[in-house]
């Protein structure tokens, strides 16, 4: 079966950091660009972060710039997003995505090929 499978998520104070992880089955994610969206309550998906299938070129949101760094580790065909300073703001449902072009995972979803199952990132006011 190909999909993306999450971990990481949870509640964190504000200042916190966490980890989530995306792991890729059925498919290796060394030929697909790689990319972190979320999803806040009454809100569009937004890309957060991407990378292209080579990992030389990484994309970040501005609002995540210089907190959030993305990471691909191909030999475990896995993908992280390290979250640090964590503000209310980013609360919501992030998702992690793979596919063919960078242009997709780092915004149009319609180029995304795999999903992952999505996971709460919470950060009380």
């Known amino acids: 079966q190909l999909q993306l499978v999450e971990s990481g998520g949870g509640l964190v104070q504000p200042g916190g950091s966490l980890r989530l992880s995306c792991v890729a089955s059925?498919?290796?994610?060394?030929?697909?660009?790689i990319g972190w969206f979320r999803q806040a309550p009454g809100k569009e998906r937004e890309g957060v972060s991407c990378m292209s299938s080579s990992g030389s070129i990484t994309n970040y949101a501005d609002s995540v710039k210089g907190r959030f760094t993305i990471v691909r580790d191909n030999a475990k065909n896995t993908m992280y997003l390290q979250m640090n300073s964590l503000k209310p703001e980013d609360t919501a449902v992030y998702f992690c995505?793979?596919?063919?072009?960078?242009?997709?995972?780092?915004?149009?979803?319609?180029?995304?090929?795999?999903w992952g199952q999505g996971t709460q990132v919470t950060v009380p006011s």
């Open positions: 059925g498919f290796t994610l060394d030929y697909y660009a």
């Open positions: 995505a793979a596919g063919p072009l960078r242009v997709g995972v780092c915004g149009k979803r319609d180029l995304v090929d795999y």
